[in-house]
């Protein structure tokens, strides 16, 4: 469903993963592990797309992926329902219902997205996957703001997609209740040109320029 | 070997190197015989008497300006087609020189202009043309300096360089249209080179060669300076991850 | 793409800016270039074509970092990209839902302003014209600028810096089709011209801004 | 040596002192600064190959 060969990727025009590879089968939840910094946002938007890999391939149609990140794409003057139903438009469905109940926002439907909590914002992010009806769901800490309730049904939300033939990579820390491979980024970290590693354009001195003595 | 090999930062640091003193001389001769010629060894023009000496900087510095902002273009085409990072950094460099040449030709032909037509500033279609010049020049840069990726920034600028070429050929043709509608035409052309003599043809033709040889000149040693500060920068990012 | 256009003009309404931020902007220049020149009538049918067209520009110019920023802002844009939604459309969608919430109020309310300035009723028409023929062009460059500076913190003066020389041409044909109209000419030529360049930027400015949104967005 | 600029002059000569004028404040500004990147570059070669050891 997603391959990864061999990926490297940089932020801010420095590699900082290199060598990534995994595959992500249909029902299967990849979950990435690693410290701050090395690279996991950066990895998720190059598989989503947002990003030109450095190196390596991405094997996945791209009509397949959901990406959610920390923002949601929120409308405050919208409605839950509107703003659902916008994204739902987007991706040519119509039905908004399942996913509401999903995220547990039916009595929210009607409420401008501005009157929501945190929490009950990022719910209706998550909501949004699935209204996508994609089968890959790229999702970026996506329990942040959750309280113990809403994280547990995000849990059986991604169960449930899981079950349904659809396949997850997540970053995150936190426990989601879920089956899941766990991958660790730390000994993915991108290694000094010195040592092996992709040497970006100007990685290169310039060695003895003869003129630079003169300008 | 291919051409495109002086796109590698090391190459062309080399190259530009062993380049630069060279075309800094011609810059140098060609300047100073062109324009020491045209001031002091040219007689006035009959009509419009000693002014003539600005043609020596107003019609090279106009041309270089121009032809600054078709570099630019090329150059921003190689960047999006080729991903060379010289040649986007090249564009950069080459904007204050266009800038600079843009200023001279407004100003020498704004001077110029209040002798001959009895105003500082006339809303010539030429003069015009050229303030409107300068302000894509302004966008330009500053649009290279806002953003703080450099390589989006190489990406945008050569963008807005694309655009902004289609729309400054359009504002050129817009404003020739314009007044025609308000005056009849400057009394007095600008392009001499049909009326002009040989006096002043040679000493003219000397200053252009020498415009040329600085434009390339400041463009080899201002992109020099940029490819060094990209790696400047690749350096302290790396110590910041290391 | 109908989806993008309702919820754009829906958020352009209900946050209130936008759409009357614009007209009251267009009216004040209106208003104030007369106490500015004196209010003979000569001079001000005389300027008139050109400060409901520098006016119209200005007006447009205000709202146009509304086009992607806030889309930016809330993570809109990074879902749009990957959306099935091509990126090039939804940039002309937006840029028509700005038309429509800036420009085309102002060709409407422009009549109403051109006779406090004096400006001759066989102009009146072609004002209207211009205006509906032109603004769409200033829309799509201004969502050229916008999703150039996208990325730029406080960009709002360098979208301005970039923009108004893009508008020049514009500007040009368009005060030039209301001038002539107001003398009794011919306007076929300017106003050919001016649709033109709306004609033009509109099949060519979308595959640049949807570029330049791409770019700005990636942070590798 | 001076060439008799006549009643010119005062326009003759303010354009080439501003022509040159600008070329030499942009010629200084390019040299400046690259003189001031190629220091700081040389500073942060030799503190990685520093680090390097």
């Not at chain 2, 001769?29 to 007689?43: D, S």
């Not at chain 2, 921003?76 to 060379?84: A, D, F, K, V």
């Not at chain 2, 015009?128 to 300068?134: D, K, R």
């Not at chain 3, 032109?134 to 150039?148: C, D, E, K, N, Q």
């Amino acid at each position: 469903m997603l391959r990864v060969i061999d990926l490297a990727c940089a932020r801010g025009g420095v590699p900082v993963l290199e060598s990534v590879a995994f595959t992500l089968a249909p029902g299967e939840a990849l979950v990435l592990r690693g410290p701050n910094g090395i690279g996991k946002t950066t990895l998720l938007r190059t598989v989503a797309g947002l990003q030109v890999p450095l190196a390596g391939r991405i094997e996945a149609k791209p009509d397949r992926i959901a990406y959610a990140a920390h923002a949601d794409g929120i409308k405050a003057t919208l409605s839950v329902a509107e703003n659902l139903g916008f994204w739902a438009a987007v991706h040519g469905q119509s039905d908004i219902g399942p996913a509401v109940a999903a995220m547990n926002l039916s009595a929210l439907v009607n409420r401008p997205a501005a009157n929501l909590s945190a929490g009950q914002k990022r719910r209706l992010g998550l909501a949004r996957l699935m209204v996508t009806g994609r089968p890959v769901w790229v999702l970026d800490e996506p329990t942040v703001s959750l309280d113990l309730a809403s994280v547990a049904l995000f849990g059986r939300a991604v169960a449930a997609h899981l079950a349904g033939g659809g396949s997850a990579l997540i970053a995150t820390h936190i426990d989601l209740g879920i089956e899941a491979r766990v991958l660790d980024l730390t000994p993915f970290r991108a290694r000094p040109p010195g040592q092996g590693g992709i040497a970006t354009a100007f990685d290169g001195g310039f060695g003895d320029d003869a003129a630079g003595a003169f300008l | 070997m291919s051409l495109w090999e002086y796109a590698n930062p090391k190459k062309f640091m080399q190259t530009s190197g062993a380049v630069l003193p060279w075309v800094a001389g011609l810059a140098a001769i060609c300047l100073g015989t062109g324009l020491i010629w045209g001031f002091f060894f040219t007689p006035d023009d009959y009509r419009q008497g000693s002014t003539v000496r600005i043609i020596y900087l107003h019609v090279p510095a106009a041309m270089m300006a121009i032809n600054a902002w078709a570099m630019m273009l090329v150059a921003s085409l190689i960047w999006l087609i080729r991903r060379h990072h010289v040649s986007a950094l090249a564009a950069r460099a080459a904007a204050p020189v266009g800038l600079t040449f843009t200023l001279i030709a407004l100003a020498t032909g704004a001077l110029w202009g209040a002798p001959m037509w009895g105003t500082w500033w006339e809303w010539d279609p030429r003069l015009t043309s050229f303030l409107i010049l300068a302000l894509f020049y302004l966008g330009y840069i500053a649009l290279w300096q806002a953003v703080e990726n450099p390589d989006t920034a190489a990406d945008l600028t050569s963008i807005l360089c694309m655009v902004g070429s289609v729309f400054a050929v359009l504002s050129r043709y817009a404003v020739n249209f314009w007044n025609q509608g308000l005056h009849q035409g400057a009394s007095l052309s600008l392009d001499q080179r049909e009326n002009i003599s040989n006096v002043f043809w040679l000493p003219l033709v000397i200053s252009i060669a020498g415009f040329v040889a600085l434009f390339v000149t400041l463009v080899l040693l201002r992109t020099r300076t940029e490819i060094r500060a990209r790696r400047l920068s690749a350096l302290i990012a790396r110590e910041r991850l290391a | 793409m109908i989806a993008l256009l309702i919820r754009d003009l829906k958020l352009a309404f209900r946050s209130g800016g936008g759409f009357g931020l614009g007209l009251a902007f267009f009216l004040l220049v209106a208003v104030l270039v007369p106490l500015g020149v004196g209010p003979q009538g000569g001079t001000l049918a005389r300027i008139a074509p050109g400060i409901l067209w520098i006016g119209a520009l200005l007006a447009c110019l205000l709202s146009l970092d509304r086009i992607f920023a806030l889309d930016f802002e809330d993570g809109t844009l990074e879902i749009l990209i990957p959306s099935p939604l091509p990126l090039e459309g939804a940039v002309a969608v937006k840029a028509l839902a700005h038309w429509l919430t800036t420009g085309l109020p102002l060709a409407v309310a422009a009549p109403v302003l051109a006779v406090l300035l004096h400006l001759p009723a066989s102009g009146l028409p072609w004002l209207v014209a211009s205006l509906a023929i032109g603004t769409p062009a200033l829309s799509m460059i201004g969502a050229f600028g916008a999703a150039l500076t996208v990325g730029v913190k406080r960009g709002g003066l360098l979208l301005s810096l970039l923009v108004l020389p893009l508008y020049v041409p514009s500007l040009i044909f368009g005060a030039e089709v209301v001038r002539r109209g107001a003398e009794g000419m011919a306007v076929g030529t300017p106003l050919a011209f001016l649709a033109a360049i709306t004609l033009g930027s509109a099949a060519s400015l979308p595959f640049a801004a949807a570029a330049a949104l791409r770019m700005s967005l990636r942070q590798g | 040596m001076m060439p008799e600029l006549g009643k010119y002059a005062g326009v003759v000569l303010s354009s080439w002192g501003l022509s040159i004028g600008l070329i030499a404040a942009l010629l200084a500004l390019t040299l400046w600064r690259g003189r001031k990147i190629k220091r700081a570059l040389a500073e942060a070669e030799a503190r990685a190959a520093e680090a390097r050891r």
